[in-house]
């Protein structure tokens, strides 16, 4: 069993039942995610033996949103139970032409309150095969950014592989250092990089250039500021309404820009999560040691699947993925 | 902050949950909801000092409804807490090929037996720049035909627009006059004017005439026979099923027939309350003194916006209504 | 009012709520529902004298089973309170391209440890004018094989018209017993035989010969098979996705094919129950005596109805399906 | 099988889930009762043939009611489906000290606007053993009162037993009729009646005399004023909050007055629908043959039980209020 | 119509239904609650005009707990929409003897970073007759103090009686002041005070003198200290579980300590709100110029009444509450 | 942090919701539970090293039950996914005198159809201090008696202490052995025993001798007969109604019976999973070393504080067990 491990926060989700907005609302549905732990939690799904790191409050939310990870088979022994107050986000969930509406209320959370020094890298990582992170977790404060430092310098000794989520987000950044400066360290030490041009140009001004091939254009570019990368992947979404997107796969491998089919999504039933599910998917693609169109045909079958599930977690086992990716979407009854 | 009175029955709803027929449900999700007092809602929410004259039974669910109206930000100090029942209506949603269902519960609700010289007018009128009425109320008693026509000569009075929702609907009229005879002095003294050709024709016997633009065609009729209106205006609606309709927005201005944009409504939400929020948006854009063009772009996309949204009323800002009459209804997340 | 007969298993539907996947489920919505009785609980609803024998075991689940039947109208006065445990079965309804999954958990259930001798036939089947029976009870038990047998046979002194859903599902078949020797005696008995070639060929090794039209071929060779046959019916789904299907129906009169419109499908509320609700509409457009076309189109619309239903049953009225038949299916609201 | 026969209102009850208000409710959970319907269905669900007899409007609301009945046992066959609209009322629960609310909206219900000729009470009658009426029919309307007195008359010609609900409530008599007037000469031709104080004293003006056992001395002024009365019954309730009350049960036979055991009842679930359970009890021990004192034990545990419920309905097996009868009250648990 | 005003913050409540812990909840019930609002909520409801002063965020959260202030009849004109967050708190609702456990999440809430000079305090509190705050509001911020001081100094001028409610909580008092130099010169320009003897030992050190009867011994010495005190007030609990309490009312008047009644609590439904219904109760009866002990017996009966209510706020007539504080707590149906 | 290793099926527990009887539900509450798993779910909530040892089908209701577990916190690595279907039992909730009522529906779930030689018992094992089991594994099946019988001798091998909860139900006991037979030899192996006197004379005929101390006299014979013994326990309950027990605890050490404070329990939220909830208290203690006394009553405060939860697992934290414990059950607000 393969040991990976991720690091990021994890919040309380709470959203209106069915397609209410907020206004409406008697109760909230809730459940706990994070961007990295959605990945980490997959994989547990998979088979791997998936650690997450974290800190929550030593409340009973903090404890609610640990058995959570619990249930969904993640190693969580490694997460503190310290800092003032767990993260939360309200979802809207649009419909038809109406999006979906996120509202966060983040800080100041018992992780972005973290820092250097507090959890025990060495062990952790140990016998480790991969390690996950996304720009997230260095936008929020100085402490989360230092304490993933920390731990992909360690990654960087132990040659353990690192993939990294850029996800960039212009409202986090409000500590006063700028997404490039203090990400570019970062992204320098990931082999595996999920970009697409709105990150890179958003982060490190990388546009693809006139006349080449847009996301060769981008990856070639990014490689040569990050020696490192050897796979740079993104998810291609068309809108055409909040229920009805198209969506592909792209992945740069190094040569050339491989695509995957494209999966007519309609009706939606929740995207959140579809991004994390796509990383997991790439993830567990990349420890099978399958042929690169399949880790990208894999990969963006299960973004696709999360789409037909409501939350933010992918619950779908590979076979389920493979036959999405097969191209068998007919939804026949299984008995 | 423009002052707009409306008037007209608020009932009670009562639906099955989800997609439910009567026959199978336990439970009923309930609001409170009236034609009149959803225009008013929609621009209370806009802004508007936004009043509704009605009058609920002086009993728990008369004040639960009023309670409703004020949640909503309507100013609801004129309504009056007498007579004897609250009026009902049961909605079953449709879906997919099945057709929603309305099966009325009204009479004889405080409302509908409400007459003439109980509500201060010179007060509730004074400063008022819009008057709004629909041809619900006169159909339901003769007391109700009084109370609005006692209101409409005041307006004439004071000179404040008007707008009338003919809403033809032959089931209620029982009272033993004719909509024809009732309703003419009143469209008469309206400036705005929402119908159909199912409308014109029901009440006035007025059809395009062959040859001409259809719409052209009625609006030159009723203007002749009502010189007082300035704008004709209706949402045609194409339904392909239950789930899925297109809708757009024509509007004779004294000139010519305006045509918005079509919107694609798949998969509505429910469509219950769309012509109230396309009237909003049409007094609206009216009182922000609006290019005709852009009127019946933003009443439409207010129109095609209900769709997306459970319940009869209208929860959209301005903005988000602009959006969508602009063309995007991609519906990419909101942060 | 005329009389039908059924027979066969009922059981418990477990469904998680909307689109939750099992894992994700903290209640399921329940009901009881077996195909048979589907079909019965649909003529009941149009005014039959819709008799159904099963067995339900004498605990508070048993009778709760017992008082859904009788919500539906139908005649539960034969059904007997015996046996060990009710047949479960949890469904989980898939969406977009996510299909529907279905978990039984059937035996050793009250019905299927039933056998011969126990239910006085001739006093069921007097007058009647039908009986139904499908292909998953002689696949349950030796016993509930020869309690339909002995049905079947006074059925056949009786002149009673016999319908039979064939329903192949090979994973039932586990009493030691081919489907073929099993069920030929039985189809010899009947005149209505719903099938399609997964059907013919998987229990009788019948398939559509090439070159010849496919379904006029299978039923050439049944007829030859099973002289008695007078019809031969099937719907034919076209699934573009779990939410997205195409239906058709196909009726083989003894002469010619007939085949119904097709209706689009989309978005799928619930198919489960849909090919019950298609065998009732045959019956009772049988039993108007209507043309045979009318017969098709009428048993293809129910069907359709159907997917726009929560649960198994179909509920609607002879008129909605005819509305449907006649491809109103534009959805327009009715007040 | 016992035939039983009762007449009476069936509504529709809409009440605030758990313990809301009115005011503080979005859903209401509904059911279909009326207090004659509650008797017969309890006695259903003991196994007795029980008919009622009623009129819901042909709409959906009531063949959703008419559905209903079946659901519990009952044979229907005589239901009308016409008339105008469904009774409904509205039932906020109490708690603590706060005390459950009913707000009815009656009139002008189905069955208030039936009259006499309607049902064939020949057939309706034929072989029956008891029949039940209460005093809320011939409040409603001239035409119920009718149409009760033509059943009552007939029951007379048949000897059949009749029980009487006298159940006096001043607010409904509004058609110009005093109770008293209009109900002598139907409790003239009743022999079970059920009636406290207030009851005849609000109708008949007979109260207790001063130095005579209450209920004793109120029984044969009923006697003497009704020769055809054998027993008078009734309950005892002290409330010492809305949450917990005392109950018991007194019997006049004839001869003296006994009493049953007083029932602690803490904290009551829901006592809507206590009295049809302890009539419904009494109308069962008295089919049974069973002494007056097991009589009285009976139908007052049969009313305990009932508060244990929620709805209006007594779900609880004859077995079931034996042993609360014989005082096992302890509550443990059953496997 | 008297004029209300209050100032407070107003926080979103979740909390698992029934009676689930944090750990079991897949949904939280919402609600918008603060202590001064829900005094003025009630006061509102009962026929003042009622204005609450406060700050929410410029979000649909906010927007969402605006309206539900609105629903409550509360003048809202004043509240701004500025501010980055609206206050949260967690709440799990105890039974037997398990305790209501709640979990604050307040700070920096919109209200909490609110200061002095935004209110147009002049226009607020003119013909105001009455004005409210709490201990919370001191406790919260430098700034919220400063804006209470600046609202307490105008009603000293304005001679507009003044109501505090002390509310003492260690645990909110974090920037640096202690209680007592902020709250006495707050509390010196009030007139009625509620307050316990853990108040005003927890911040002025003021206890019960051993041999005087203690609220007289406290109230004497707050007297001294504050001498435009008019009235001290305190509910009294004695909690057998967290299911079953009994509550009593103290009121010392400048003479004497008056008792009320003692309510019976039993079985609680929620207790959140009742010491705000308490002072709601206490202002209402002032406002009347009932006497004292009618002053008492209403404010205890309020609160009392407001354990058998779902949520923080009392929904209640006077008339209500008056039959309460009379001694009918024995639940007997309204129809 | 100690090892525990436990035993025992585990369920699915479908129940109505609220106060439902079956016959009323249209969904059912579902939860995963078993006696011994639910002993080690609060240890794991305790913080020990919990394993549970069972069998789950290998299909989507077996990982949910998994999931639900590791949520728990109990380390499941040893749970096979196996067998043919998942133990159900359906719980309908008493109330006041109204009795709880069960319904199983068991056989053959994949824990009962196991057999020996199917787990690594001495890895399992390997470190554990504690090791617990109750009556039901053996009365399942000859395999699962065999797979216990199993893993007590290699208990008795490692010197693991063994909890044994006696739990004697004749129901369960169909494969053709004698609870006598087939449990001494287990009862032997154990030194804590729960068991009350219907336990110890169901199985071993011991009864408590006329004229000694009842369970002492119990407790002396059992040691008698099993000398290995070093406690046995037991709570004593008091049924006054479904709603209402009062709750004490008795310990018999070795010397003489001590006995834990009673606790009123009232009103009873849910009592199922009380009695383990007792023993895992038991456990705890005996793993502290805490004095006999606070032992028993710690393990009765743990069984009293389940009776104010949802659900048969115990949600608390030894800190509020412990307050309990002390006799604080006033229900205070914690903030």
């Avoid at 409050?57 to 993640?74: F, I, K, Q, T, V």
């Avoid at 997107?245 to 995957?260: D, P, Y």
């Avoid at 693609?285 to 399958?290: C, V």
Wanted: one cysteine or more.
């Amino acid at each position: 069993m393969q040991k990976i491990v991720s690091i990021g926060e994890v919040m309380m989700r709470l959203s209106p039942p069915g397609k209410q907005r907020f206004r409406q609302a008697t109760r909230f549905d809730i459940l706990y995610s994070g961007s990295e732990a959605n990945v980490t939690a997959a994989l547990a799904g998979w088979g791997l033996h998936a650690i997450h790191v974290t800190r929550f409050p030593d409340n009973p939310l903090g404890y609610a949103a640990l058995a959570s990870l619990r249930e969904r088979g993640m190693d969580t022994r490694y997460i503190q139970m310290e800092g003032d107050r767990l993260g939360l986000y309200f979802v809207e969930n649009g419909a038809m032409t109406r999006p979906t509406s996120i509202c966060y209320d983040r800080l100041p959370s018992a992780f972005s309150t973290a820092g250097s020094g507090i959890f025990p890298w060495e062990e952790i990582l140990d016998g480790a095969t991969w390690f996950h992170w996304s720009g997230i977790t260095p936008a929020l404060s100085q402490g989360a950014a230092d304490l993933l430092m920390e731990a992909l310098e360690l990654c960087g000794k132990k040659k353990i592989t690192v993939s990294a989520d850029i996800n960039f987000r212009s409202g986090l950044w409000r500590y006063g250092k700028t997404p490039g400066e203090v990400m570019a360290p970062m992204v320098a030490m990931s082999q595996v990089v999920v970009a697409a041009e709105n990150d890179t140009a958003g982060i490190f001004g990388i546009r693809a250039k006139p006349g080449e091939e847009p996301y060769a254009s981008i990856a070639t570019q990014m490689k040569e500021k990050f020696p490192a990368i050897t796979a740079l992947i993104t998810s291609v979404r068309q809108s055409i309404t909040a229920s009805h997107n198209r969506l592909s796969g792209l992945l740069w491998n190094g040569q050339s820009v491989l695509q995957s089919r494209t999966h007519e999504l309609d009706p939606i039933i929740e995207r959140i999560g579809s991004g994390d599910a796509f990383l997991a998917g790439y993830v567990y693609a990349s420890l099978q040691q399958w042929p690169d169109q399949r880790k990208i045909e894999f990969a963006t079958a299960a973004a696709a699947y999360k789409h037909s599930l409501e939350g933010d977690i992918l619950y779908a086992s590979p076979q389920e993925i493979e036959e999405l990716a097969a191209g068998n979407g007919g939804g026949q009854i299984k008995r």
